[in-house]
C-alpha cells in the first residue's frame, strides 16, 4: 500500500500542475512560470527536469509577450528538449505536451520567416 505521504504530494503536485494549466491557456505565462516553479522545488528527477522544460516553455512566451523573441527562442529550444525527453506520464497525464512541442515548433519558424513581428500566441496551449 501506498505510503499517504506520497499519495498526498502526488495530488497536490497535480493540483499545481492543472493550476499552470489554466493559467498557461489563459495566456498567462508568468503566473503559469511561477505556479510550476513553486512544484519544481518539491520534484525529482524526470519529473523535476519535465517540468523545468515547463517553466522555461512559459517563461519564453512571457518574453514573446514583451516583444523579446531572441530569448524565447532560447528558453523554447531548452524547455522543448526538456519535456520532450522527460516524459512522467502520471504527472502530465492530463496536459497535451505533443500539441504544445509541434505548436512551439511552428511558432519559432515563424518567428524566423517573420522576424520581428510580434506572434498571435492565443492558439498555443497545453
Known amino acids: 500500500m501506498p505510503d499517504p505521504i506520497d499519495s498526498d504530494a ?7 500542475v492543472r493550476e499552470g494549466q489554466v493559467a498557461f491557456n489563459c495566456g498567462k505565462f508568468f503566473e503559469a512560470h511561477e505556479i510550476w516553479e513553486e512544484l519544481w522545488r518539491d520534484l525529482v528527477g524526470r519529473e ?7 517553466i522555461q516553455i512559459a517563461a519564453a512566451l512571457h518574453h514573446l509577450q514583451q516583444g523579446r523573441s531572441a530569448p524565447a527562442v532560447r528558453l523554447i529550444d531548452k524547455g522543448a528538449r526538456k519535456v520532450s525527453q522527460n516524459p512522467c506520464p502520471e504527472l ?7 500539441a504544445l512541442v509541434r505548436a512551439l515548433a511552428r511558432l519559432v519558424a ?9 506572434p498571435d500566441l492565443s492558439g498555443i496551449d497545453v
Open 10 to 16: 502526488r495530488t497536490r503536485h497535480a493540483q499545481r
Open 92 to 98: 502530465l497525464a492530463d496536459l497535451r505536451v505533443d
Open 110 to 118: 515563424d518567428l524566423g520567416a517573420r522576424q520581428a513581428v510580434t
Open 48 to 54: 523535476r527536469v519535465a517540468v523545468q522544460g515547463l
